[in-house]
């Protein structure tokens, strides 16, 4: 909804954004476009997220099993764009070719190119200035204040030296990621299983492979990726799928061309101690090393809500519009949590809806209201059959559905955008 009363003052709210990638810096500039104070807070060194390749290893958790991991990002060195660059802009900062040395043209460009894109995008509308580096955020609460009806946030963090600080904001914007925590599957026998197992966030290059037998558990993009690179160094590597159905005829052809050293199987069954993975249709074969390319977690290890907003089988909730929770809302919001989506212009629009609300501009429903939003969500994803898991898999063709106050905004550019996804 849109405040109808164009007298009303704009409001300037103090705003703690978590997360430097490619959400929280359109939030930041969002943000600052309507004319709040912002702190960025960022755990690595630069800004960039996931696109800040990391060529760090946690040798000691392979599987990602601690929380939060140590080493955030999960790109790998050859990883490539699968969507073309004209889908990767923001609205008014398109990701064109750069001519400049060392930089990528091509339309899928590598995973440096993003992070170059970023970097330029931070230049290009100043938010460095707003964005602390290596600050690790620890704890994030409501704000005691039993005199006050304005609800405020205490944020803990800490740097690199130790130091720990703690900062009260009017809004906080969660906008950490989802491709870190490792989503891990319960394998039959995988606890006493002799062999190196892994998930693919711990997958950087294909050399340590060299001359084993691979099984790499998942076939989306990750996983195709990791098999068909691992192929070339290893004595056999054998790709589980789900279904039939997950083999695509581009698939199918490099199972044709080499189909001495790369298998599909379906279903990893179970692990033995004698080092055998055992598959669906019964069949075997002694592996050295299982990755898991099985996707990931939602994580906020930091935040603490009393219960208001949960992660349960990768529901994030409740969230209306996956943005605010109805409870808490305006002053707590996630910028980034629906996947298949366009980013960055997606997160934008996000984040222009969060920055409008926060000062006035925009108002939301009455909280009884977002919450039946929300449960009308999940009734209609139950009915479609869709698991909870994938609450936040929304339609690339319905995203005008997800924010109504910017409706116009989102159909600007998705049309042609649209048109390239499929192209």
Same mark, same amino acid.
């Given at each position: 909804m849109v405040c #109808? #009363? #164009?007298?009303?003052?704009?409001? %300037?709210?103090?705003?703690c954004v978590i997360g430097a990638g490619m959400a929280g810096l359109a939030a930041a500039r969002e943000l600052r476009r309507e004319g709040h104070a912002v702190t960025v807070l960022e755990q690595s060194g630069d800004v960039g997220g996931q696109w800040l390749y990391d060529p760090r290893l946690d040798l000691a958790d392979p599987l990602g099993g601690e929380e939060p991991v140590k080493v955030h990002s999960s790109i790998y060195a050859s990883l490539r764009l699968i969507s073309a660059r004209e889908n990767m802009g923001f609205t008014d900062f398109q990701f064109a070719p750069k001519d400049d040395d060392g930089r990528d043209q091509r339309r899928f460009p590598g995973h440096r190119e993003v992070y170059l894109y970023l970097k330029d995008f931070c230049d290009t509308f100043g938010l460095m200035e707003f964005v602390r580096l290596n600050t690790r955020?620890?704890?994030?609460? @409501?704000?005691?204040?039993?005199?006050?009806?304005c609800r405020q946030w205490a944020v803990?963090? &800490? #740097?690199?030296?130790? &130091?720990?600080?703690? /900062?009260?904001?009017? !809004?906080?914007? &969660?906008?950490?990621?989802? *491709?870190?925590?490792? %989503?891990?599957?319960?394998?039959?026998?995988? /606890? !006493?299983?002799?062999?190196?197992? @892994?998930?693919?966030?711990? *997958? %950087?290059?294909? /050399?340590?492979? %060299?001359?084993?037998?691979?099984? &790499?558990?998942?076939?989306? /993009?990750s996983g195709k990726d990791v098999a068909m690179e691992v192929r070339k160094v290893a004595k056999e590597v054998h790709l589980v799928a789900q279904s039939m159905k997950e083999v695509t005829p581009g698939l199918a052809k490099v199972l044709a061309k080499h189909g001495a050293s790369l298998h599909v199987q379906l279903h990893l069954a179970r692990l033995c101690e004698d080092g055998r993975a055992v598959f669906g249709d019964g069949s075997s074969v002694v592996a050295d090393t299982v990755i898991y390319c099985t996707g990931y977690d939602y994580s906020f290890p930091f935040l603490d809500t009393a219960g208001a907003v949960t992660v349960d089988d990768n529901r994030v909730g409740p969230l209306f519009e996956h943005v605010f929770p109805p409870s808490l809302a305006p002053s707590l919001s996630f910028i980034g949590i629906p996947i298949k989506v366009f980013a960055p212009w997606f997160f934008e629009a996000q984040a222009k809806w969060v920055a409008q609300v926060l000062s006035g501009r925009r108002t939301l429903p009455p909280e009884e209201e977002m919450l039946r939003s929300v449960e009308e969500w999940y009734r209609s994803r139950e009915i479609a059959g869709v698991p909870k898991k994938y609450t936040h898999d929304v339609s690339l063709f319905d995203i005008t559905v997800l924010l109504p106050d910017n409706r116009l905004l989102l159909n600007r550019s998705i049309h042609w955008r649209s048109v390239c996804f499929i192209a």
């Open positions: #109808d #009363d #164009d007298n009303m003052p704009l409001q %300037r709210k103090k705003v955020v620890l704890r994030v609460a @409501m704000q005691q204040q039993p005199t006050s009806r803990r963090s &800490v #740097d690199l030296a130790k &130091v720990e600080t703690e /900062e009260v904001f009017d !809004a906080v914007v &969660v906008a950490n990621g989802h *491709y870190s925590q490792p %989503r891990v599957p319960s394998i039959q026998g995988m /606890e !006493a299983w002799s062999g190196r197992q @892994m998930h693919s966030h711990s *997958y %950087r290059t294909p /050399e340590p492979f %060299r001359g084993e037998v691979v099984v &790499v558990v998942g076939s989306g /993009e």
